[in-house]
């Protein structure tokens, strides 16, 4: 089982900057990845940002330039860093995690999400 827990999220103008922090807890699996995903109300919910074990990072096409994921999964650990927030960057942003339990069952887990509003 893993547990996240998400902070950093608040209010900030266009242009601003927000860093969210991921704390995960892990009991029994194995995580090979930490990142993030937003949701926007009545919209699915899209990738930000992952990171791999081996620190490589993957990112959404149009997240790329303006986002930084970082972390560190040895230690559970893992960052999202905004920078020149849009009003379309408005949404809630979830931590997630996937995890081996044995050898090969594959676990997702999400933690409860923190609110970013960009207001001009």
């Known amino acids: 089982q893993v547990e996240l827990v998400e902070s950093g999220g608040g209010l900030v103008q266009t242009g601003g900057s927000l860093r969210l922090s991921c704390a995960a807890s892990a009991r029994g699996v194995y995580v090979y990845v930490l990142g993030w995903y937003r949701q926007v109300p009545g919209q699915q919910r899209e990738l930000v940002a992952t990171?791999?074990?081996?620190?490589?990072?993957n990112y959404a096409d149009s997240m790329k330039g303006r986002f930084t994921v970082s972390g560190d999964i040895n230690v559970n650990t893992c960052y999202l860093q905004m920078n020149g927030l849009k009003l379309d960057d408005t949404a809630v942003y979830f931590c997630?995690?996937?995890?081996?339990?044995?050898?090969?069952?594959?676990?997702?887990?999400w933690g409860q999400g923190t609110q970013v509003t960009v207001s001009s």
């Open positions: 990171i791999n074990r081996d620190g490589t990072a």
């Open positions: 997630y995690a996937q995890a081996y339990y044995g050898s090969d069952i594959k676990l997702t887990y």
